[in-house]
Nanobody, 124 residues
């Protein structure tokens, strides 16, 4: 069992930056690939970024590639999402998740543990 708590969301102007954090409980954090997803009002939850257990592999959704960076610190049981050059279309609730099942890191149903989410709002 992994419990996840996100922080770092807020209101920022277009072009600005935010750093999201996701703190995990439990001693097995380092054994889970982790992901960030987002959900805008009226839209389905979508993949943003993912990272392997040892940080050796990362994945990004095409619209955030080059602007967002996912990282993790296994000693602190924390995964991060650095978001730069933010755009109004990045506005959403951002959630971190621990991947419980083997399979595509892009699929929501591969992740078994979710945080409550943190709101990111980007003004024009």
């Amino acid at each position: 069992q992994v419990q996840l708590v996100e922080s770092g969301g807020g209101l920022v102007q277009a072009g600005g930056s935010l750093r999201l954090s996701c703190a995990a409980s439990g001693r097995t954090f380092s054994s889970y690939p982790m992901g960030w997803f987002r959900q805008a009002p009226g839209k389905e939850r979508e993949f943003v970024a993912a990272i392997s257990e040892s940080s050796g592999t990362t994945y990004y959704e095409s619209s955030v590639q080059g602007r967002f960076t996912i990282s993790r610190d296994n000693a602190k049981n924390t995964v991060y999402l650095q978001m730069n050059s933010l755009k109004p279309e990045d506005t959403a609730v951002y959630s971190c998740a621990a991947r419980r099942y083997s399979g595509s890191p892009f699929r929501v149903d591969m992740y078994g543990y979710w945080g409550q989410g943190t709101q990111v709002t980007v003004s024009p």
